[in-house]
Every structure is written in C-alpha cells, then in structure tokens.
C-alpha cells in the first residue's frame, strides 16, 4: 500500500493495541537515538513502551515481524545524515518489501529529513519529523499508542492528496529540559551542551536545522549528567557543540569565565582519575577563539593536547564567500598559538567550495604547508552541496589532481587525514539525489 493511501487509514483511529519502538540504528546517527531515547525516558506515561535499537535491514524487519506476532503496532524510527540518505532509503524500501502492514508508521527526523521532507515522504517514509525530536516523538509515540490522529502531531509534515502538508513547527526547546543520554536504556556518549549556531557557514547544516542563536545547557545541568555518567562507570568526558570556546556566550566573543566555571566543575566532579576532553573530537574550535588566555585555561583543566580547528580555505576570498567569519590570518595565528601552548593543532580543511578558483586552490596549498610547517596537522574533507543549507544547489565538490596529490603528499609524512575521496563520491550521490523541485 502506498505510504499517503496508508495514512489515510490512520484517520480511521485502529483500536488502541500495545505498541512498541524501534530505532532504525546506525552508528553515524547514534546520538540522535539516544536524545530521543532520553526523551522518552521522561514520559512515565510510556514507560511500559519497550524500545529496540536494530540496526540493518535484516535487524529492523526481524524486530518488527517479532513484536507485531507479539501483537503489537510499531513505530519504527529512522534518522540519518544527508551522506548516508540514499543508503537509508533504500534501507526503509527493504524493510517495507519485507513487512508491508498496517500496523507499522514509519517516522523519519533529522537534519536530513527535515530539509528534504516531500523527498523523504515520497520515498517511502508515512511520517517526517521536523526540527528538534525531543518534544515531538513523545507526542507520536503517545499519539500512536492511543489510536490517534499521528498526522496532527506539532512539528511533523506528511502527504495529502499528493501533496506536502506540515502541521505548526514546535519551539525551540531548551537542553536543561532534556537528558543528553538514555540512562535507563543505557544508551550515552558526549554530553550536548550547546545547540544552534550564531555563525552561518553556507556550507553547514547546524544553523539552519537548530537556529541562529546559541542554547547552552547549564552547568549544573551538565554536573548533574556527568556525575550520573560517572555512576554508570564512565571514565572519559567530552562534549557535543558545534563551536567549543562559545560556550556561555551569546554572541562571537568567548566567555572564558562561562567556559572555566563549566571545566572547573566538571574536573571537581571527576577527579584527576578521570579525563577531561575539550576543543576536540567530536567538536572544534573556532580560530578566532584561540589566545593565550583560552589556551592557558584548557591547559589547566582539560587532558586532550590536541585541539580541531576549523579553517576551511586558506583564501580569504573563500572564506568570505562562504561566511566563515574569519580570516586565513586568524587560522594562522591560532596555530602558532596552539604549539606554544603545547596542543597540536589539527585543522580542517574543505576543497571543491563554490567559486573555488585555481588561485584559490593555490593559496589553499600554501597555506596548508605552512600550518603543517608550524606543526599542525591538516583534515582534509571534500565540500558536500548538503540539504537545507546556502549552497545546497552547488556542485558537487571535486578534488584536482593538484589537491588530490598534495594531500596523499602530506598523508604519507603522517601530516594530513580524512575521507576527501570518500567524500567526493557522497557529492556526487548528494547532487544525484537532489529533489527535482526545490524545496526552498
Ligand atoms: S561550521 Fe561551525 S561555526 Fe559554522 S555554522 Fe556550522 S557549526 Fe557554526
């Protein structure tokens, strides 16, 4: 049955039979399930839905046939990265060929999801949920457990008549509000201590998905998780935000007391036994952040010496053009910075940006020799034209042969990483599967 024709019989409101979750899981969306999962630990009044994490086709479709013989209707989440989208469908097409019945709503949310709704929806999802899933999946899973009306949902789009209708969008939540991890399903990872983003890189997803102004979660509310996380035997601490030194600010200026009090907290509450990562995996720093004083601070209080940097371009005409906020000088300095200070710098690099002209490619080179010279290392990534972002009608970014040989140069001293070929080939797949309308 088509997905729209389905979700026509959901307003027929089925008799209330019990229900079940289950996450479509991946390792590459991992934290967003366990936000969701978190969420709905908060929900007493679903305490008694279990939640499956299955992950691939054979997992997802096993867990559903088991719980419907159970007797049981299923929502079956998914989430996912623009990257693996095509791989994700193609999952859910799968599944659905395998187990085509009424008693399972397929809901996807997300970056990805939520930038390309009409898209997903057409692909074959009953359900996208837009923007932040805290709020939304409770009421989803509340609306699907009680027979109700799952299209009515706050926050969520799907098809009538062939066409895309949304339901009113949710406000931005706050985080104190919300548990970072699943404690109870025993689900965790970095703690999420700062969602949105004041910058408006026009190649990042962040901004346009989670909002232009910076939410931070307390510091007591962060201690409350962490000393949780050290109950449950944790030994390493890092965090999840999209630029580290902003923590505590509103605007482009760090608030190093804001960012002291948060790291002074932590280390009391972990002790010296336990380690402490900041401005590094899975977050950066911005360059522009980096002085004397910010790296003294994390000399004191944080156990990484290696610290991600964003760069980009190494020409100020690509960085402006791509709104990055700072200059190529600003990227320098910070790195010579970083060295005196003991910490590595590992800095990110983006090839094949819109407008990126031989001369700019050059100056990127350059640039690059002179970070490793000084004693940086360089990531390298190829640009990916992502859903809801400026340059989501941009081509795919490509590597020139020049770019490609410089890096595996730099690669094989032990001076440079990534994925920029793997890269390459999701900006292709990206462009491919581009909706035919804009959705913009
Ligand atoms: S790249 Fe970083 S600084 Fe720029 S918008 Fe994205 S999260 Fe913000």
Not at 248 to 271: K, N, T, Y
């Amino acid at each position: 049955m088509p997905a729209a024709e389905f979700l026509c019989c959901l307003t027929l409101k089925p008799e209330a039979a019990p229900i079940a979750v289950v996450w479509a899981y991946r390792r590459t969306g991992k934290h967003a399930f366990h936000v969701l999962t978190g969420a709905l630990e908060t929900r007493i009044d679903l305490a008694d839905v279990p939640i499956e994490f299955a992950n691939g086709v054979a997992a997802v479709s096993t867990a559903i046939a088991a719980l419907l013989a159970a007797g049981r209707r299923v929502l079956v989440g998914w989430s996912f990265y623009s990257p693996d989208a095509a791989v994700m469908v193609g999952e859910l097409q799968q599944v659905r060929r395998a187990i085509e019945d009424e008693r399972v709503l397929h809901v996807v949310g997300g970056v990805h999801a939520s930038a390309e709704p009409e898209a997903m929806l057409r692909s074959g999802f009953d359900l996208v949920a837009i923007g932040e899933g805290e709020q939304t999946i409770g009421e989803l899973v509340a609306a699907w457990r009680d027979a109700g009306d799952v299209r009515a949902v706050p926050g969520t789009a799907h098809l009538a008549q062939d066409r895309l209708v949304r339901t009113p969008r949710t406000a931005r939540l706050s985080l104190d509000d919300w548990p970072p991890v699943a404690l109870r399903h025993e689900r965790w990872g970095p703690i999420e201590i700062t969602r949105g983003c004041i910058y408006a890189c026009k190649f990042c997803q962040t901004p346009f998905f989670a909002g232009a102004a910076f939410r931070h979660r307390s510091v007591a509310n962060i201690r409350h998780w962490v000393r949780e996380l050290i109950h449950q035997g944790f030994r390493d601490f890092r965090f999840l935000t999209p630029t580290s030194l902003s923590y505590g600010s509103q605007g482009p200026e760090p608030e190093l007391a804001a960012v002291e009090e948060l790291l002074a907290g932590v280390r009391a509450d972990i002790g010296p036994e336990r380690r402490l990562f900041f401005g590094t995996f899975p977050s950066e720093v911005r360059p522009e952040h980096v002085s004397p004083a910010a790296l003294q601070l994390l000399q004191r209080q944080v156990d990484n010496r290696t610290l991600i940097l964003g760069g980009q371009s190494g020409s100020d005409r690509v960085l402006a053009s791509s709104m990055r906020g700072h200059d190529v000088a600003a990227v320098e300095r910070a790195v010579v910075l970083c060295v005196e200070h003991g910490f590595v710098p590992h800095v990110d690099f983006l090839f094949g940006l819109p407008d990126e002209d031989q001369e700019d490619i050059e100056r990127t080179l350059c640039c690059m020799e002179r970070l490793v010279e000084a004693g940086a290392r360089v990531h390298g990534h190829t640009f990916l034209p992502l859903p809801g972002t400026p340059f989501r009608r941009a081509a795919a970014g490509v590597l020139t042969p020049v770019v490609r040989r410089h890096l595996q140069v730099l690669a094989s001293r032990g001076a440079a990483y990534g994925q920029w070929e793997q890269q390459e080939v999701m900006a292709q797949d990206l462009v491919r599967a581009r909706s035919p309308r804009p959705t913009d």
